[in-house]
């Protein structure tokens, strides 16, 4: 499996053009794993000529690539998910040691991963044109005809985040493929050696050279000129909402799809199975410490069961176990310490200003406990900042139309959950829910993956979900046919 991925001191390389790459001048990144600071190994640190290179194969690949019939695109994914579920093992193990995700949760990813490649195949299969007859319109004629088709808009830049390094690289590559397009795939700088064993998957399971590319470095460096580049067609990005925005007032002309951050809202009505919810929202909160855009961040509850329910909340926290992500836990150390700065800040931030500690508050080094706050005002930062970390704040209401509120002044709009016993009730709610997605008696969560993933407001651009990434991959070429003209040639 490793042939030519990487040196003899674990020096990893680029995919390009079917080879394996350094960058051209050497440079590298060192990618330490965040257990214990030791080094993984390297990524190449590309510069714009080696991006240059990467673009032209993509570009010159791209005609071949579109001509490729649907269904033997279909069978490289599905070769690709063969090979992905056989090195289970190997790659789930590189997901731990780089971003500290843990054991049962790395190799779930990877078997995601695996479903999604052979859904993404089957779906492909299926999509289908359309024809319509110009008779429908006034003014029209049956004679008039509409030959409808989906066409690839040719290569796309896919950028993937530290948190799901695998399953958000591949949620991007093969509805771009199954589209027709090619791919250079930027991966992030900390879990691009995970994505870079994805990339041999996808050669191993021969994928012509140059229908997928990658190109690892810093994105401070190489961003600008990945999203400028004039051989891009298509943006697909998850990340911060800070780079999003970013990206969105750089790119110019080329179409995107942005998937950024959220500050997801749990609201606890009075009248739910409240032991179900406490369940559900830790859960949902404290899942790999908290480092998804799709976690419980926030807790709306009705003030006549906030004691209730806090009680409940402490006690199913209090259960979950923090360590290496070797060992059984679900509270592993964050990425770096940069983020682990932020959030113990945004802890000792509510602290100062009368949130009082439930459980947790307390600190080793990037590891931080599960933190459940409560009296959580609307005047704390912990109130409407994303932590992507292992907190849960609690902000007391008086009623429902409150509850509304205070979620929708946020400037995320990804997704909100609502737990209730009352399903008319529920729908009213989400109705009014300034969000892509309301989950009604279940935590915030992504998937399944053939539904939409969408957010609104500073939490994205676009829809996701296979069938949709699909769609928002390719464009509409409409061949319309007048079938009563004369073809024949005067004699």
Same mark, same amino acid.
């Given at each position: 499996?490793?042939?030519?991925?990487?040196?003899?001191?674990?020096?990893?390389?680029? +995919?390009?053009?079917?080879?394996?790459? *350094?960058?051209?001048?050497?440079?590298? =990144?060192?990618?330490?794993?965040?257990?214990?600071?030791?080094?993984?190994?390297?990524?190449?640190?590309?510069?714009?000529?080696?991006?240059?290179?990467?673009?032209?194969?993509?570009?010159?690949?791209?005609? =071949?690539?579109?001509?490729?019939?649907?269904?033997? %695109?279909?069978?490289?994914?599905?070769?690709?998910?063969?090979?992905?579920?056989?090195?289970?093992?190997?790659? $789930?193990?590189?997901?731990?040691?780089? #971003?500290?995700?843990?054991?049962?949760?790395?190799?779930?990813?990877?078997?995601?991963?695996?479903?999604?490649? %052979?859904?993404?195949?089957?779906?492909?299969?299926?999509?289908?044109?359309?024809?319509?007859?110009?008779?429908?319109?006034?003014?029209?004629?049956?004679?008039?005809?509409?030959?409808?088709? %989906?066409?690839?808009?040719?290569?796309?830049?896919?950028?993937?985040?530290?948190?799901?390094?695998?399953?958000?690289?591949?949620?991007?590559?093969?509805?771009?493929?199954?589209?027709?397009?090619?791919?250079?795939?930027?991966?992030?700088?900390? @879990?691009?050696? $995970?994505?870079?064993?994805?990339?041999?998957?996808?050669?191993?399971?021969? +994928?012509?050279?140059?229908?997928?590319?990658?190109?690892?470095?810093? @994105?401070?460096?190489?961003?600008?000129?990945?999203?400028?580049?004039?051989? /891009?067609?298509?943006?697909?990005?998850?990340?911060?909402?800070?780079?999003?925005?970013?990206?969105?007032?750089?790119?110019?002309?080329?179409? /995107?799809?942005?998937?950024? @951050?959220?500050?997801?809202?749990?609201?606890?009505?009075?009248?739910?199975?409240?032991?179900?919810?406490?369940?559900?929202?830790?859960? @949902?909160? *404290?899942?790999?410490?908290?480092? &998804?855009?799709?976690?419980?961040?926030?807790?709306?509850?009705?003030?006549?069961?906030?004691?209730?329910?806090?009680?409940?909340?402490?006690?199913?926290?209090?259960? =979950?176990?923090?360590?290496?992500?070797?060992?059984?836990?679900?509270?592993?150390?964050?990425?770096?310490?940069?983020?682990?700065?932020?959030?113990?800040? +945004?802890?000792?931030?509510?602290?100062?200003?009368?949130?009082?500690?439930?459980?947790?508050?307390?600190?080793?080094?990037?590891? #931080?406990?599960?933190?459940?706050?409560?009296?959580?005002?609307?005047?704390?930062?912990?109130?409407?900042?994303?932590?992507?970390?292992? #907190?849960?704040?609690?902000?007391?209401?008086?009623?429902?139309?409150?509850?509304?509120?205070?979620?929708? &002044?946020?400037?995320?709009?990804?997704? $909100?959950?609502?737990?209730?016993?009352?399903?008319?009730?529920?729908?009213? #709610?989400?109705?009014?829910?300034?969000?892509?997605?309301?989950?009604?008696?279940?935590?915030?969560?992504?998937?399944?993956?053939? *539904?939409? *993933?969408?957010?609104?407001?500073?939490?994205?651009?676009?829809?996701?979900?296979?069938?949709?990434?699909?769609?928002?991959?390719?464009?509409?070429?409409? /061949?319309?046919?007048?079938?009563?003209?004369?073809?024949?040639?005067? &004699?």
């Amino acid at each position: 499996m490793l042939n030519g991925l990487y040196d003899s001191k674990k020096n990893y390389k680029n +995919l390009i053009g079917g080879d394996w790459l *350094f960058a051209t001048d050497n440079a590298n =990144l060192k990618i330490f794993s965040p257990i214990d600071g030791s080094l993984i190994g390297t990524v190449p640190a590309m510069s714009c000529e080696d991006i240059d290179y990467a673009m032209n194969f993509a570009k010159k690949s791209q005609n =071949l690539w579109q001509e490729t019939p649907m269904y033997m %695109r279909a069978e490289y994914l599905y070769r690709a998910a063969d090979l992905l579920k056989e090195y289970k093992q190997v790659i $789930s193990h590189v997901i731990t040691m780089e #971003i500290a995700k843990d054991k049962v949760s790395a190799e779930s990813e990877v078997e995601r991963t695996v479903d999604f490649l %052979r859904y993404t195949a089957d779906i492909g299969k299926s999509l289908e044109g359309t024809s319509v007859y110009g008779e429908n319109f006034p003014g029209g004629s049956r004679d008039k005809l509409s030959y409808i088709t %989906r066409e690839p808009l040719g290569t796309v830049l896919a950028i993937s985040p530290f948190n799901y390094p695998v399953n958000l690289s591949v949620s991007k590559i093969a509805p771009a493929l199954m589209g027709g397009n090619t791919v250079v795939l930027k991966p992030p700088s900390q @879990g691009g050696i $995970s994505a870079l064993y994805l990339a041999l998957v996808f050669k191993e399971a021969g +994928l012509p050279d140059g229908v997928l590319n990658t190109v690892t470095g810093s @994105g401070s460096e190489i961003g600008d000129y990945l999203i400028t580049h004039p051989n /891009i067609d298509f943006i697909n990005f998850t990340g911060s909402t800070a780079v999003g925005h970013h990206i969105a007032k750089t790119c110019g002309m080329i179409p /995107i799809m942005l998937e950024l @951050g959220g500050k997801d809202a749990a609201i606890i009505l009075d009248d739910c199975n409240l032991d179900y919810a406490a369940e559900q929202c830790v859960a @949902g909160a *404290f899942s790999y410490s908290g480092q &998804r855009c799709t976690a419980v961040k926030r807790i709306l509850v009705i003030e006549s069961i906030a004691d209730q329910f806090v009680a409940l909340l402490k006690e199913k926290t209090l259960k =979950l176990k923090s360590g290496s992500p070797h060992e059984d836990v679900s509270i592993v150390p964050l990425i770096n310490d940069k983020s682990a700065d932020y959030v113990f800040g +945004l802890i000792e931030n509510a602290v100062a200003k009368g949130a009082e500690v439930i459980t947790g508050g307390t600190r080793n080094d990037k590891l #931080i406990s599960p933190t459940v706050l409560d009296y959580v005002t609307t005047d704390m930062e912990v109130a409407w900042e994303e932590p992507f970390g292992p #907190i849960l704040p609690i902000i007391r209401v008086k009623n429902i139309d409150e509850a509304i509120s205070i979620a929708n &002044r946020s400037e995320y709009g990804l997704q $909100s959950s609502v737990f209730t016993s009352d399903i008319g009730k529920a729908f009213t #709610i989400a109705r009014k829910l300034e969000v892509g997605t309301v989950q009604i008696n279940n935590k915030t969560e992504r998937g399944p993956d053939h *539904f939409p *993933f969408l957010g609104v407001k500073s939490s994205g651009m676009g829809t996701q979900g296979i069938k949709y990434s699909i769609e928002a991959m390719t464009r509409h070429k409409a /061949i319309v046919v007048n079938l009563a003209a004369p073809c024949n040639k005067k &004699r």
